[in-house]
C-alpha cells in the first residue's frame, strides 16, 4: 500500500513538472499576487476567485509565447494597479508597429458634469477647427462615454493597468487617444454655437497624446528642470511641479527667492509624473526655516510661509500623491481639483515566472498609510477639500478654472477649521 501511494504521490508530481509553461507561469502569478498582495486586492474590491477561475481556463488555451505574453498583461489589468507591469520579457510580440511612432491626434480630452469637452487642442488639430471647451459627443462615430471605456479596455490590452476608474478615465482622455502615426481619428464636436462639425484628424507628431497640467498657466514662466514658476496677473506666486526629482528640494531653493514675496501661493501639481526625494525636506521648504510643524521642520533661506492653494487631477502619481497628500493631511495647504488623484502609490515587489520568461512588478501594500483615515493612497488617491469642474466657458476664453479658483481662495481665505497652519508672512 505504502508502495502504490508513493507511486501515485511520484506520478502526480511527474505530471506537473510535464505542465505547460504557460499553464504553470499563470498559477504561479494567481498565487503569488493573493500571496503578496491580498489586502490591497480586497480592499480595491477585486474577486480573486474569480479571476483565478477565469486566467486557470484561460492558459490552457494558450500555444504560443507571444499568446502567453498577452494574457499576462490583462492578467495585470486585474490588479488594478497603475504601477504593475511586465519589467523584463524574452518575448517579443508584434505591438503592430511597423516602424511606425506611437502618437496622438493633439487632443486632449476632459471630463466635466457628465460631458467630455477638449480639453487642449494644439497646432494643425486648432488649425483644423477643434477649440479647447468644445463638447465632444462621439469619436469615431461612437458615442463619447462609450469610446473611452472601449479605450480603456485597448490601453489594459497593450499593458497597461489602473488603480482606480478615475485614473482610467483620465488616462482614456489622453493617451487612450494614441495610436500608430498615420492612423485616422473623426471628433463630432459642438462648438460655441451650437453647431455640429465632424473633424478628421490623422495621428502625428511625436508624444503629443501624454498629459502636461495646466494648458492655460501664468504667463512669462521660468524654468528649472521639468518645473515652472512665476506669478499670477494678480500677484500670486505659482509654482508647477511636472515631476519629482532627487534634488526637488534645491530646485525650490531656486523657485522660491525669484518668486519673492506674494500674498499667496498656488502649488500646481497637475499631472505630475512623480518621481522621487526627500518629502520632508520638500515641505521643509514651505515652513519658516527651524520651526516645527507636525512631522516636519523648515529648511531653506527662502521658505514661502504664506497661504497656499495645491492644484491636484487624476494625473497626479505616485511621489506626487505622497507629496500633495502631506499638504493636505498635515494642514498646510488647501487643496482643490477636479478629481483625486491617480490612486498608484504603493510599495513594490517584482517576481520573476517558473519559465524564465517574464519578470513582473507590481504593488504589495499602500504608501502612507495613515492617509485617508487609515485606508493609504493606493487605489484611493488624494482627494481634494473642494473639487472644481473644468468650466468650458473658461476653456473657450483661454482661461484655466482651477488657477481662477485658487486665487479666488488666497484672496477671500479658506473655509474655517480646514487649514491648520497660520499665515505667517
Not at 233 to 245: K, N, Q, T
Not at 292 to 311: C, K, N, R, S
Amino acid at each position: 500500500m505504502r508502495t502504490l501511494l508513493l507511486s501515485f504521490v511520484t506520478a502526480v508530481s511527474l505530471c506537473a513538472q510535464d505542465a505547460p509553461p504557460y499553464a504553470r507561469d499563470i498559477d504561479f502569478l494567481l498565487t503569488e499576487f493573493q500571496k503578496q498582495a491580498g489586502a490591497l486586492l480586497k480592499q480595491k474590491g477585486v474577486d480573486w476567485d474569480a479571476v483565478r477561475t477565469e486566467f486557470t481556463k484561460a492558459a490552457g488555451s494558450v500555444t504560443t509565447d507571444t499568446e502567453h505574453y498577452k494574457l499576462v498583461s490583462r492578467l495585470l489589468s486585474q490588479l488594478h494597479d497603475g504601477h504593475a507591469g511586465i519589467v523584463q520579457s524574452k518575448v517579443k510580440p508584434d505591438d503592430g508597429s511597423k516602424g511606425r511612432r506611437f502618437t496622438g491626434p493633439r487632443v486632449h480630452l476632459v471630463t466635466s458634469g457628465g460631458k467630455v469637452l477638449v480639453r487642449a487642442a494644439f497646432k494643425d488639430a486648432a488649425d483644423a477647427g477643434i477649440k479647447a471647451g468644445q463638447e465632444v459627443l462621439r469619436i469615431d462615430g461612437t458615442p463619447v462615454h462609450q469610446w473611452l471605456d472601449r479605450a480603456v479596455v485597448t490601453m489594459e490590452q497593450r499593458g497597461s493597468s489602473f488603480s482606480t476608474p478615475h485614473q482610467a478615465s483620465y488616462a482614456a482622455c489622453h493617451w487612450g487617444l494614441g495610436d500608430w502615426e498615420g492612423t485616422p481619428v473623426t471628433f463630432e464636436i459642438k462648438d460655441e454655437t451650437g453647431a455640429m462639425k465632424s473633424i478628421k484628424r490623422v495621428r502625428n507628431g511625436g508624444p503629443n497624446q501624454v498629459p502636461v497640467g495646466p494648458i492655460f498657466p501664468p504667463g512669462d514662466l521660468k524654468f528649472v528642470g521639468r518645473q515652472s514658476y512665476g506669478k499670477t496677473s494678480e500677484g500670486m506666486a505659482y509654482i508647477h511641479l511636472r515631476d519629482v526629482p532627487g534634488d526637488l528640494p534645491a530646485q525650490l531653493d531656486k523657485m522660491l527667492p525669484e518668486i519673492g514675496d506674494a500674498p499667496g501661493l498656488i502649488l500646481d501639481m497637475r499631472a505630475n509624473g512623480g518621481g522621487g526625494c526627500d518629502h520632508a525636506a520638500v515641505f521643509g521648504r514651505f515652513l519658516a526655516k527651524g520651526k516645527q510643524w507636525g512631522y516636519y521642520e523648515g529648511a531653506g533661506d527662502h521658505a514661502f510661509t504664506g497661504p497656499m492653494v495645491l492644484i491636484v487631477d487624476a494625473g497626479v502619481r505616485s511621489a506626487g500623491e505622497t507629496i500633495a497628500g502631506m499638504f493636505k493631511e498635515d494642514g498646510r495647504a488647501y487643496l482643490i481639483g477636479d478629481a483625486p488623484t491617480a490612486g498608484t502609490s504603493s510599495q513594490k515587489s517584482e517576481i520573476s515566472t517558473p519559465s524564465g520568461m517574464l519578470r513582473i512588478r507590481f504593488s504589495t501594500r499602500t504608501n502612507m498609510g495613515r492617509f485617508n483615515k487609515g485606508r493609504g493612497i493606493e487605489g484611493i488617491g488624494v482627494s481634494p477639500h473642494e473639487t472644481v469642474p473644468v468650466k468650458a466657458e473658461d476653456l473657450l476664453k483661454k482661461e484655466d478654472t482651477l488657477i481662477k479658483r485658487a486665487v479666488e481662495l488666497l484672496r477671500k481665505g479658506f473655509p474655517e477649521d480646514v487649514v491648520d497652519y497660520p499665515d505667517e508672512r
